[in-house]
């Protein structure tokens, strides 16, 4: 599930208790957890919400200013029936902590070296070890630039990049990526064993 910058704003300085949205099949349940940039968001309800009995106050509950704005947004996102979604935070991004963590041990370096070579095997042509030197070779560079250097479509490519980042080899920048610290130790590691 995504999350709107000012969502995730209102639920780190505890503002927003909920969010909204239109499903036509509710696929999160409770207790569904999801990574995001402010960190773990959990779901504490899901509940069939009425359009005609919304109140300002479930929308500022939500991070919104209105309902109004409420409903446009949640119309923009989906469709059928609308659900109200009790959201709290429930820990930091754990991916922080595995990005500063440069000191691999031998087997540190394996299994991550076992991990992208499944990822490669999956894929059509292997990706991930020329991905991780482009990145290296081009932080701070806009994902459009990116994928078109590597002939690839922009989304497409951004999804393997969070696959990197899912196992801590990269960080998003505000423009673009770099390597963490822990994904120039995995490449130094390569370096050094070649």
Request: hydrophobic residues 40%.
């Amino acid at each position: 599930m995504l999350f709107t910058a000012a969502t995730l704003r209102g639920l780190t300085e505890g503002t927003v208790s909920c969010t909204y949205r239109r499903w036509e099949v509710v696929r999160p349940k409770v207790g569904s957890r999801f990574t995001t940039p402010a960190g773990v968001v959990e779901v504490t309800s899901i509940a069939a919400a009425d359009e005609d009995q919304l109140t300002d106050q479930n929308a500022a509950d939500a991070g919104f200013d209105s309902v109004t704005a409420l409903v446009k947004w949640t119309s923009a996102k989906g469709s059928g029936d609308l659900y109200r979604i009790g959201i709290t935070l429930a820990g930091p991004d754990p991916r922080v902590a595995l990005r500063r963590s440069d000191d691999l041990t031998p087997a540190d370096v394996l299994a991550l070296r076992v991990r992208l070579d499944r990822m490669d095997r999956a894929a059509q042509q292997p990706w991930t070890y020329s991905t991780l030197r482009q990145i290296q070779r081009l932080p701070g560079v806009v994902s459009t630039d990116l994928a078109a250097e590597v002939g690839q479509e922009r989304q497409a490519y951004k999804l393997r990049v969070r696959r990197l980042k899912a196992l801590g080899l990269t960080e998003s920048l505000q423009r673009g990526y770099r390597l963490s610290p822990r994904g120039r130790a995995y490449l130094a590691a390569l370096d050094s064993s070649r």
